[in-house]
């Protein structure tokens, strides 16, 4: 079993800026790809960033310029760090991860989510 867990969110004026982290332990073998998907209030979970293990990235055109994803494979962590923060950024943000074992089978694991609100 691999546990997530995230830390980072809070309130922040719209400007503003937060970092989320996300750091992966248990039975660790191979992690492949990260990211990091967020669902709003009413709303369906939607796809926010993903980086792969070669450092590749992936983002939601609503965030492109604005968030950067980016992770430390030591740490078996991810990183989401958003700037220029907008109201409709608010939602609950979860990490996201493809483990592999050593039999070389996949798994996807979630986080539990961490709560971002952008209020003026």
């Known amino acids: 079993q691999v546990q997530l867990m995230e830390s980072g969110g809070g309130l922040v004026q719209p400007g503003g800026s937060l970092r989320l982290s996300c750091a992966a332990s248990?039975?660790?073998?191979?992690?492949?790809?990260m990211g990091w998907y967020r669902q709003a209030p009413g709303k369906q979970r939607e796809l926010v960033a993903t980086?792969?293990?070669?450092?590749?990235?992936n983002y939601a055109d609503s965030v492109k310029g604005r968030f950067t994803i980016s992770r430390d494979n030591g740490k078996n962590t991810v990183y989401l760090q958003m700037n220029s923060l907008k109201l409709e950024d608010t939602a609950v943000y979860y990490c996201?991860?493809?483990?592999?074992?050593?039999?070389?089978?996949?798994?996807?694991?979630w986080g539990q989510g961490t709560q971002v609100t952008v209020s003026s």
């Open positions: 996201n991860l493809d483990h592999r074992d050593r039999f070389w089978s996949t798994r996807q694991y």
């Open positions: 248990g039975s660790i073998f191979s992690i492949d790809r």
């Open positions: 980086i792969t293990t070669g450092g590749s990235t």
